[in-house]
Nanobody, 129 residues
Framework: QVQLVESGGGSVRAGGSLRLTCSATNKPPGSYCLAWFRQAPGKKREGVATMYTGDGGILYADFVQGRFTISQDIAGRTVYLQMTSLNPEDTATYFC??????????????????????WGQGTEVVVSS
């Protein structure tokens, strides 16, 4: 099973930026659905962004509104989430997830946590006003 480790979280002021990194090991070759999720205290885990490596398709949650960008490195072992224009509502623990998949194209299903078996431990993001 793919092992994932997130890093890059921290504390920033509203309007600031952070780049989260998710490093994958023990990842067999093939196409994957990759995603970033977040969970604020007392709230359900929600999808932020998802990417299908088979065709590069990407989807974002509505609340992202163009502020975040998901990407991966050429080797396919690292997934990034570049976050800009952060606001206090973005405060949460951010998790990356991965699942081997073969799709005709990415869909909003992959912004749900149900389909993922591999998860990182999370990295905390705190945005102050």
């Amino acid at each position: 099973q793919v092992q994932l480790v997130e890093s890059g979280g921290g504390s920033v002021r509203a309007g600031g930026s952070l780049r989260l990194t998710c490093s994958a090991t023990n990842k067999p070759p093939g196409s994957y659905c990759l995603a970033w999720f977040r969970q604020a205290p007392g709230k359900k885990r929600e999808g932020v962004a998802t990417m299908y490596t088979g065709d590069g398709g990407i989807l974002y949650a509505d609340f992202v509104q163009g502020r975040f960008t998901i990407s991966q490195d050429i080797a396919g072992r690292t997934v990034y989430l570049q976050m800009t224009s952060l606001n206090p509502e973005d405060t949460a623990t951010y998790f990356c997830a991965a699942q081997a998949c073969r799709l005709a194209g990415i869909s909003y299903y992959w912004l749900r946590p149900d389909g993922y078996k591999s998860w990182g431990q999370g990295t905390e993001v705190v945005v102050s006003s």
